[in-house]
Nanobody, 115 residues
Framework: QVQLVESGGGWVQPGGSLRLSCAASGIIFRLYAMGWYRQVPGKERELVAA???????NYIDSVKGRFTISRDSAKNMVYLQMNSLKPEDTAVYYC?????????WGQGTQVTVSA
């Protein structure tokens, strides 16, 4: 079955860095677009960054220049390098995989940015 397992979340002070990882299994990884979403209580889940099967990336404006998404098709992994973190980046971060009408989600990992 399909599994997306996130890791790397935690607590960090403002200005710090974290690297999220997502291990994918049960899918033909190279076909899937991969994304990182985040959600805070009371708000809708929002797409933070995505990378297509061809390696094209896009980001929401608030993280451009601070976050970098990457994928390693040899390892079936996707990463989100987060630098210069701000308190407003605090959220549960979810990994997603999508291909045509198929979409899968991980269980989420908490990121907390506070002094």
């Amino acid at each position: 079955q399909v599994q997306l397992v996130e890791s790397g979340g935690g607590w960090v002070q403002p200005g710090g860095s974290l690297r999220l990882s997502c291990a994918a299994s049960g899918i033909i990884f190279r076909l899937y677009a991969m994304g990182w979403y985040r959600q805070v209580p009371g708000k809708e889940r929002e797409l933070v960054a995505a990378v297509t099967s061809a390696g094209i990336t896009n980001y929401i404006d608030s993280v451009k220049g601070r976050f970098t998404i990457s994928r390693d098709s040899a390892k079936n992994m996707v990463y989100l390098q987060m630098n210069s973190l701000k308190p407003e980046d605090t959220a549960v971060y979810y990994c997603s995989a999508s291909f045509r009408r198929l979409e899968y989600w991980g269980q989420g990992t908490q990121v907390t940015v506070s002094a």
